[in-house]
């Protein structure tokens, strides 16, 4: 696609076809959409918000588990991506609020959260389409470089690559960034049975050519969805300047 715009039209309109197609039952009775934060997703959000606002899409029979969240920032922090989460989509559309999920990264025992975030997920019958963007790294979620390619929701220290990244939205000021984050692993994201990448700008152009010509490694996570049976990769011109 031609704009990181173009691309929000796209993945928009599938979500909400392949939502609007779901016929709920006694055995499934709710469409489960896996979602990141970050700003590659912001167009698709806005379409998704400007659908329901005109009566095309409802969320009514939707459930969501986000991809991760920082340690130890409050939830109701600036930056955190609960508060990301709040702001730009969930209090736009006709979700119920229960029907959202979003790692705890102030849970007391983080590991039982992580723990009880998978098995919410199959609850549900497991993830229909998991959203997700790409890190300047090629890390999937908070999936770093070196993560296992069948790692579970767990704890990840960020890489230093990451902070720097994401300095930006504290100030430019690197020691607020947090160290750590809750994130959903490869192998959360490769059970779900669709996964859509959204990779837009120039700022991802080395990270994409990486994932997409150099095989399956774990150095640049988002490669593993090389071996998903049903990926696809949305994303702008800049983003394909290395390819
Ligand atoms: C963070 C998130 C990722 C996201 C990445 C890229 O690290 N944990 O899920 O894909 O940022 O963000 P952006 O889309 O703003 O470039």
Not at 110 to 121: N, S
Not at 169 to 189: E, K, Y
Request: aromatic share 10%; glycine share 6%; with cysteine.
């Amino acid at each position: 696609r031609d704009s990181p715009e173009q691309v929000g039209l796209y993945v928009g309109d599938y979500l909400a076809k392949r939502i609007n197609e779901f016929k709920p039952s006694a055995e499934k009775p709710l469409f489960v959409l896996g979602l990141p934060t970050g700003s590659s997703p912001l167009p698709t959000y806005q379409r998704l918000v400007e659908l329901v606002q005109r009566g095309d899409l409802s969320f009514k029979n939707v459930v969501t588990f986000n991809m991760d969240e920082y340690v130890g920032l409050p939830r109701d922090h600036p930056e955190s991506y609960h508060t990301f989460m709040y702001t730009n989509f969930f209090s736009k559309i006709d979700i119920q609020p229960n029907n959202t999920h979003i790692l705890d990264g102030e849970a007391e025992d983080l590991l039982h959260e992580c723990a009880e975030y998978e098995r919410k997920i199959k609850s549900v019958g497991g993830i229909d389409i998991f959203m997700g963007g790409m890190g300047e790294d090629g890390h999937l979620a908070f999936n770093e470089p070196g993560s296992s390619l069948v790692s579970r929701t767990r704890i990840k220290t960020l890489a230093y690559d990451t902070i720097l990244a994401n300095a930006r939205f504290f100030n430019n000021d690197l020691s607020a960034v947090p160290r750590m984050a809750l994130t959903v692993g490869i192998a959360t994201l490769m059970d779900a049975r669709e996964v859509i990448l959204v990779v837009t700008g120039q700022k991802k152009a080395m990270a994409l050519a990486q994932c997409i010509e150099n095989g399956i490694n774990h150095f640049w996570t988002a490669s593993a969805l090389h071996s998903h049976p049903w990926s696809l990769l949305v994303c702008d011109e800049d983003a394909t300047l290395e390819l």
